[in-house]
């Protein structure tokens, strides 16, 4: 062979395309199999995160809808004048539309609070008295309000109704969330005996 067509010969063999070298073009099952393992676990990231908000939203949802129904249960019960020491419970009904699965509980009842030890403790009988507005935000002189006794003054005993509304919402596959709300208003037994002061 001449060394001209040897030259050619070699330099033909390293430019010929991969499908001319006896290779085929394409991918390797073997990595065929990786990408189609990697896409797929992708995929199922992506399924299960978005499965994950959508039950998120559906619970936020449902929690919401109990808020307003205590809400509800709570204003119905501060728009009375006299309210009576009764315990209550109860649902909606099964066909009350979107409050089906709902539950309610209600406890009123009269209770006796020292003013002085709620101040000094910050709880109201086991409940923390968190509601506060910070010190920077308070009144710092003294203010007389409207209705102020000498008992409120001292931090005496005061006599408060406590009224808890409780309502328990469906969570799913049986389960049943609760959203509980407490407040309190002067009882009449209070009222009755600033009247005679």
């Known amino acids: 062979m001449k060394p001209r067509r040897l030259k050619r010969k070699i330099w033909l063999q390293l430019n010929r395309p991969a499908w001319k070298k006896g290779k085929r073009p394409g991918l390797t099952l073997f ?16 399924l299960s995160s978005v499965s994950g908000s959508l ?3 559906s619970e936020a949802d449902k929690m919401s809808v109990a808020v307003a129904l205590a809400q509800t249960k709570l204003s119905q019960l501060m728009s009375r004048p006299n309210l009576t020491t009764s ?25 006796r609070i020292n003013l002085a030890e709620v101040a000094q403790s910050g709880k109201l009988q086991g409940t923390p008295v968190s509601d506060q507005l910070p010190a920077g935000v308070q009144n710092q002189g003294e203010t007389q309000k409207a209705g102020q006794t000498v008992a ?32 309190f208003r002067r009882s009449q037994k209070t009222v009755q005996s600033e009247a005679e002061l």
Request: charged content about 25%; cysteine-free.
């Open 31 to 46: 990595e065929m199999a990786i990408a189609i393992a990697l896409v797929s676990t992708v995929i199922v990231m992506i």
């Open 55 to 57: 039950q998120l939203q």
């Open 87 to 111: 315990h209550n419970k109860g649902d909606f009904g099964s066909d009350a539309g979107m409050y089906a699965g709902y539950e309610f509980e209600i406890d009123v009842r009269e209770d």
């Open 152 to 183: 409120t003054q001292t931090g005496g005993e005061v006599d408060i109704v406590r009224i808890v509304v409780l309502i328990r919402y469906p969570r799913g596959q049986g389960l049943k969330g609760t959203y509980r709300v407490e407040t």
